[in-house]
């Protein structure tokens, strides 16, 4: 990034767990052909890792010595760690409840926040999170916080576990969800919230589509849509 060229431009989404932000970043980067950065995928990988090799959630200096060395392939239909395969593994509650406890460390936080700058390439970058906007883009050409009631959010993660054969009631999913906006929301280092100069959505009664052709059009009116990367397809599905 300090090359002299102008850094490729980013579209940050940030917001909390079932606002939709991972679905809707990944239909973004699809249509404008895009690289996607799925933050909180990394967040899960160091959990899981961590899980996988017995060191505690609460040993800073160990998880940050393991984020340095683990190596992260993010496909557009696979996460590998190290070669294993981590897709689903990531995607289960007790990770959730994991990568919420590792990201309030900023030994961290600042080994993950290069790996996800390093992602900014051309012809653009779509990133969802928490604090993509606040913090590890705060230049970025667009920014989007999405935000859904805390119903809606443990309905929709309620599905997608359905989906994948999970069985978790929707009472606990509406206690986890909770549990995890305060710690988010109320953690020291990169706390979630809203960038002061990002475009808010409320996504509670919006349909996919509908959130995706409002994002768009913020794109069309900051003139970032133009360009060859238009044709290009790709993308992955997540959240
Ligand atoms: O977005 P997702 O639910 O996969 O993120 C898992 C956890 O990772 C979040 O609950 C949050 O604690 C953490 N996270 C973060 N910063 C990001 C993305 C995720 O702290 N940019």
Same mark, same amino acid.
């Given at each position: 990034?300090?090359?002299?060229?102008?850094?490729?431009? %980013?579209?940050?989404?940030?917001?909390?767990? *079932?606002?939709?932000? &991972? !679905?809707?970043?990944? @239909?973004? #980067? /699809?249509?404008?052909?895009?690289?996607?950065?799925?933050?909180?995928?990394?967040?899960?990988?160091?959990?899981?890792?961590?899980?996988?090799?017995?060191?505690?959630?609460?040993?800073?200096?160990?998880?940050?010595?393991?984020?340095?060395?683990?190596?992260?392939?993010?496909?557009?239909?696979?996460?590998?760690?190290?070669?294993?395969?981590?897709?689903?593994?990531?995607?289960?509650?007790?990770?959730?409840?994991?990568?919420?406890?590792?990201?309030?460390?900023?030994?961290?936080?600042?080994?993950?926040?290069?790996?996800?700058?390093?992602?900014? %390439?051309?012809?653009?970058?779509?990133?969802? *999170?928490?604090?993509? &906007? !606040?913090?590890?883009? @705060?230049? #970025? /050409?667009?920014?989007?916080?999405?935000?859904?009631?805390?119903?809606?959010?443990?309905?929709?993660?309620?599905?997608?576990?359905?989906?994948?054969?999970?069985?978790?009631?929707?009472?606990?999913?509406?206690?986890?969800?909770?549990?995890?906006?305060?710690?988010?929301?109320?953690?020291?280092?990169?706390?979630?919230?809203?960038?002061?100069?990002?475009?808010?959505?409320?996504?509670?009664?919006?349909?996919?589509?509908?959130?995706?052709?409002?994002?768009?059009?913020?794109?069309?009116?900051?003139?970032?849509?133009?360009?060859?990367?238009?044709?290009?397809?790709?993308?992955?599905?997540?959240?």
């Amino acid at each position: 990034m300090s090359d002299g060229r102008p850094a490729a431009p %980013v579209i940050a989404i940030d917001g909390p767990s *079932g606002s939709g932000k &991972g !679905t809707i970043a990944a @239909r973004v #980067a /699809e249509r404008l052909g895009w690289r996607l950065l799925d933050s909180g995928a990394l967040y899960r990988i160091v959990a899981w890792a961590a899980l996988a090799r017995g060191i505690p959630l609460d040993d800073p200096e160990r998880l940050a010595v393991m984020t340095r060395t683990l190596v992260i392939e993010q496909g557009a239909a696979a996460v590998r760690v190290d070669g294993v395969d981590v897709t689903a593994a990531i995607r289960e509650e007790r990770i959730s409840v994991g990568a919420a406890a590792v990201a309030t460390l900023p030994e961290v936080r600042q080994t993950l926040r290069g790996v996800q700058q390093g992602m900014r %390439v051309a012809p653009g970058l779509v990133a969802d *999170g928490r604090d993509m &906007g !606040t913090e590890v883009f @705060r230049d #970025a /050409e667009l920014k989007i916080f999405l935000d859904a009631s805390v119903d809606e959010r443990a309905r929709r993660r309620h599905k997608q576990l359905m989906e994948k054969g999970s069985s978790v009631s929707l009472r606990d999913l509406f206690a986890s969800i909770q549990a995890r906006d305060r710690s988010d929301r109320n953690r020291a280092v990169s706390p979630l919230r809203r960038a002061p100069d990002a475009i808010s959505i409320d996504t509670t009664q919006m349909s996919v589509e509908a959130v995706v052709a409002e994002v768009l059009k913020h794109v069309e009116t900051r003139g970032l849509a133009a360009g060859p990367a238009r044709s290009r397809g790709g993308g992955q599905e997540n959240d």
